[in-house]
């Protein structure tokens, strides 16, 4: 079993950035996909990016350009560096694994067995 530890959100104006961390608790992690969902209140939870065993990155079209998703299989960490963000990203953010998959990481959450806790984002105009 995987356990995920998210940190790093926090509260920011619109044009900032944060760098949200992920850490997991097995080596496990290092043969899975990795991925970021978020939710805002009141809607449903939905995928901003995925990251492959071999560092292939997907990423929703809202977020394509301005975050970027890394991973260190030596330290089991997943990172996710958010640029100019918009009053539209603030949600709880997730990170999650699937060890179903190790590339062609899907965008379905339903896929990832493994979820933390979450972190807040919240970003002001």
Do not use: H
């Not at 990481?105 to 933390?116: A, D, E, F, L, M």
Request: one cysteine or more; aromatic letters at 10%; glycine letters at 10%.
């Amino acid at each position: 079993q995987v356990q995920l530890v998210e940190s790093g959100g926090g509260s920011v104006q619109a044009g900032g950035s944060l760098r949200l961390s992920c850490a997991a608790s097995t080596a496990t992690y290092s043969s899975s996909c990795m991925g970021w969902f978020r939710q805002a209140p009141g809607k449903q939870r939905s995928w901003v990016s995925s990251i492959g065993t071999d560092g292939s990155t997907t990423y929703a079209d809202s977020v394509k350009g301005r975050f970027t998703i890394s991973r260190d299989n030596a330290k089991n960490t997943l990172e996710l560096q958010m640029n100019t963000l918009k009053p539209e990203d603030t949600a709880m953010y997730y990170c999650a694994a699937d060890p179903d998959r190790k590339s062609g990481c899907r965008s379905v959450s339903w896929y990832y067995n493994y979820w933390g806790q979450g972190t807040q984002v919240s970003v002001s105009s």
